[in-house]
């Protein structure tokens, strides 16, 4: 496709489960991030890969969360026990540049529920 | 630390109106980027600059590197262009990872 694909679009989680959410960047995009949106909120940084790399996972929240990108494309971030403040909406992003000095592409999100 | 702050955080505005929203932030950025997020949908970029002007249609994005402020102008602003505006800057000091502002809210009324 022609643009970021996360999946799933929605996610209900009873609370102590484990999510995966899956981010599908546009071909050939170095740079890969996620953020946390709660409601009414902006984006919340959690972490950003260059290709395979993790460069920076300052902004997950709990040991709970993991993130990989193990070819430098296709990204999965995990999210183990999930608690109610977990509950949000997970964006992804990627760009063609390093960090965030090219324009962005936005997925739709997966709003994540957890009851 | 790395900070972005937006004004106002909510605007209404009649159509027609011209409508600013400002952005500020702390350290020095290689960039700075402006989204657009509708109600229930994804974020769209609509800037990213690191100095001067950049015009869309009938968006105009500044910014003003010394005082480390930025503003996006509506001009003729329409119902449709009601979203949650939000300014990102990616911070040198922080490998230009995006920071981003809390978001202004805007609503134009027809």
């Known amino acids: 496709g022609a643009g970021v694909s996360q999946s799933p679009r929605y996610k209900v989680a009873k609370r102590g489960q484990d999510v995966a959410l899956r981010c599908d960047p546009i071909s050939g995009h170095v740079s890969l991030f996620w953020y946390q949106q709660a409601l009414g909120q902006g984006p919340e940084f959690l972490t950003y890969f260059q290709n395979e790399a993790q460069l920076d996972k300052s902004g997950l929240p709990s040991d709970r969360f993991f993130a990989e990108r193990p070819e430098g494309s296709v990204s999965t971030l995990k999210i183990q026990r999930t608690q109610q403040e977990d509950s949000a909406v997970y964006l992804c992003a990627s760009s063609i540049g390093q960090g965030g000095n090219s324009p962005l592409h936005f997925g739709n999100g997966t709003r994540l529920t957890v009851t | 630390k790395n900070e972005v702050e937006q004004s106002p955080q909510n605007l209404t505005a009649q159509e027609g109106e011209f409508i600013t929203i400002n952005c500020s932030y702390s350290?020095?950025?290689?960039?700075l980027h402006w989204l657009q997020q509708h109600p229930g949908g994804g974020i769209v970029s609509l800037f990213m600059?690191?100095?001067g002007k950049k015009k869309h249609g009938r968006l105009i994005a500044t910014i003003n590197i010394q005082e480390k402020h930025s503003s996006l102008h509506i001009t003729a602003s329409h119902p449709r262009d009601s979203a949650v505006y939000i300014c990102a800057g990616a911070f040198k000091a922080a490998g230009n990872k995006l920071t981003f502002g809390g978001g202004t809210r805007v609503l134009v009324k027809p």
């Open positions: 600059l690191s100095s």
């Open positions: 350290v020095g950025i290689s960039a």
